[in-house]
């Protein structure tokens, strides 16, 4: 079974560029959670799909991110226009619920370079 | 709300030696707690979870942690270091009871280990 991917591994772009960040979660999980770990900083909470639809987007810190689910398969998560503060590494995580507990399969993560 | 305080940036034990990474959490409702582990250049793999079961909680890799409700903590311990154990180690606690509920995570731990 693949694990969570995510695209690109690393990006590089420059203040005032926009950035778009793929993940794919494992084939039939519903939940799809994105993350963020900004430079030693913990990681942080960004949003989290059921599907195609926005469950809890608490954690989005400004309307430069735009993050959609299209099909409630892959998603995307924008960023538009890139500020020097967007730097770090972004992590996607899926997971199915099984019985009352679950588990969240984090992705390797992108890394975010805003120059 | 929610939240997990580690203590100690960066550890650093003997090859053979007693791992202990500490973790203390706060949760207005009884949590549910998670260790996970990123490995250089891979994505968060989860080492064990504790979800109001058994209080010592047995991971893979030879990890386990303790549920302490009285200290509100939960260490994670290994009896003997290996070198492959070198890695960057996250406490965690999840958001609410829901089982596909945000996650919250520790600053984080760096283990080090000496030959």
């Known amino acids: 079974e693949a694990g969570v991917t995510q695209f690109p591994s690393h990006s590089v772009i420059e203040k005032g560029q926009t950035v778009t960040l793929r993940c794919d979660p494992i084939?039939?999980?519903?939940?799809l959670y994105w993350y963020r770990r900004v430079m030693g900083k913990e990681i942080k909470f960004l949003l989290h799909f059921v599907k195609e639809s926005k469950q809890d987007e608490s954690g989005m810190p400004n309307n430069r991110f735009l993050a959609e689910r299209t099909g409630g398969t892959y998603s995307t998560l924008k960023v538009q226009p890139a500020e020097l503060e967007d730097s770090g590494v972004y992590f996607c995580?899926?997971?199915?619920?099984?019985?009352?507990?679950?588990?969240?399969?984090f992705g390797p993560g992108t890394r975010l370079t805003v120059t | 709300a929610q939240s997990v305080t580690q203590l100690g940036s960066h550890v650093s034990v003997s090859e053979g030696a007693l791992v202990l990474l500490r973790c203390n959490y706060s949760s207005s409702v009884p949590p549910y707690l998670f260790w996970y582990v990123q490995y250089p250049n891979q994505g968060l793999q989860l080492l064990l979870k504790y979800t109001s079961a058994a209080t010592l909680v047995k991971g893979i890799n030879g990890f386990e942690a303790e549920f302490k409700k009285s200290e509100t903590s939960f260490h994670l311990t290994k009896p003997s270091a290996h070198m492959s154990d070198a890695a960057e180690y996250f406490c965690?606690?999840?958001?609410?009871?829901?089982?596909?509920?945000?996650?919250?995570f520790g600053s984080g731990t760096r283990l080090s280990i000496r030959p």
């Open positions: 965690a606690v999840s958001g609410s009871r829901s089982s596909a509920s945000k996650i919250i």
């Open positions: 084939s039939g999980h519903d939940n």
């Open positions: 995580a899926s997971s199915q619920e099984r019985d009352f507990a679950y588990e969240q399969y």
